[in-house]
């Protein structure tokens, strides 16, 4: 895997996937930024969730779930000093179908914690204290 970014002035960066996509990151104001994209930080953060979000997804479906929708809701903690590494996250998981059952919901959250989810393995492993949640919204006919 290899991605690269360019320094585009300030504190504006451009990031460049491996496959191709682009994304911008910025800082704040207060930091010599222009708030044009996401921080680093977050986007270290959205990636976990996209992770987590695809691997409960993929999992449900491979399960016959009705699932519908699938939001992931994440919650960090980062270290008052520096370097302000994430020292908890939590994930709190939304999934919506008709007729789901909880213990396949159950289920997928775990094994994306537990074996499937790279970037939440990695995290753990370097110390952050990752927890997960999900509720079940049942959709009307």
Request: proline letters at 4%; hydrophobic letters at 40%; aromatic letters at 6%.
């Amino acid at each position: 895997m290899k991605a690269r970014v360019q320094w585009a002035g300030e504190a504006l960066f451009l990031g460049e996937s491996g496959s191709g996509h682009a994304v911008v990151m910025d800082g704040p104001p207060e930091n010599g930024g222009r708030n044009l994209g996401v921080r680093p930080m977050e986007m270290l953060l959205i990636g976990l969730g996209g992770c987590s979000n695809f691997d409960v997804v993929s999992i449900l479906k491979k399960s016959r779930q009705p699932v519908e929708s699938c939001e992931a809701f994440l919650e960090a903690e980062r270290a008052s000093e520096d370097p302000k590494v994430f020292t908890k996250i939590h994930l709190h998981f939304v999934v919506k179908g008709r007729g789901l059952k909880e213990a396949q919901v159950k289920r997928a959250v775990e094994l994306s914690a537990e074996k499937y989810c790279s970037a939440s393995i990695m995290l753990g492993r370097a110390g952050v204290e990752i927890s997960h949640d999900y509720e079940i919204v049942e959709l009307g006919a």
